[in-house]
């Protein structure tokens, strides 16, 4: 595992070349670098793996897998986060109650995952090894569709669950404290407050 404390001008050059969009939007750095993680299993509220449908990688028990990593339809994604609790849904609007993630793809498949904030406060995504931040809107992380741009391309699927599913999963309790741990760096790293729009 590697955590860089990065300095907020390192993070936004870095993130603004691979996610355009966040220049325009309004986010915040909500933890440091980190590598032992990914978007799919910050998703699942999980920050000691990496999760993917392949055997090179952590998957949900029973669930199929893929031969090619870079090649992961969204059904796969659907399938495994079942096993949490989730179903697809119509709209990634916050309802009181209920928790949801939004399924990105490109051309060849899945490419990340972001979980909406308990309270609607927006969108956490891990990008990549980078940092997690919290955005407003799923666009701000989207991109082009083509695989040589090297972005996340379109949200294919919105999955929901209540939230009393997420305690009896464990999930609300993994997400404080992480959440714990990432205020007390960010107590420690104050520049990452300013890694703003307008940081």
């Not at 907020?8 to 980190?34: C, D, F, G, K, Q």
């Not at 305690?167 to 993994?174: S, W």
């Amino acid at each position: 595992m590697a955590l860089l404390f990065r300095t907020a001008a390192e993070m936004l050059n870095h993130l603004r070349e691979w996610h355009p969009n966040l220049a325009v939007a309004t986010w915040r750095i909500s933890s440091p670098y980190n590598d032992s993680y990914q978007c799919i299993a910050w998703a699942a509220c999980r920050a000691d793996r990496h999760m993917w449908p392949h055997e090179s990688y952590w998957w949900f028990p029973g669930c199929p897998q893929i031969p090619i990593p870079e090649q992961a339809p969204v059904q796969y994604f659907v399938q495994g986060f079942a096993t949490l609790g989730y179903e697809p849904c119509d709209s990634d609007a916050f309802e009181f109650g209920y928790q949801k993630l939004a399924i990105y793809a490109n051309e060849l498949g899945v490419t990340h995952m972001a979980r909406q904030h308990f309270l609607g406060r927006g969108w956490l995504s891990k990008l990549g090894d980078c940092e997690d931040i919290v955005h407003q809107e799923l666009d701000d992380v989207a991109g082009e569709m083509s695989v040589m741009a090297g972005q996340y391309g379109k949200v294919f699927q919105v999955l929901r669950r209540s939230w009393w599913t997420a305690v009896k999963k464990g999930c609300i309790f993994r997400s404080i404290l992480h959440n714990i741990e990432h205020w007390l760096y960010r107590i420690s790293h104050p520049s990452w407050n300013r890694a703003r729009r307008n940081g």
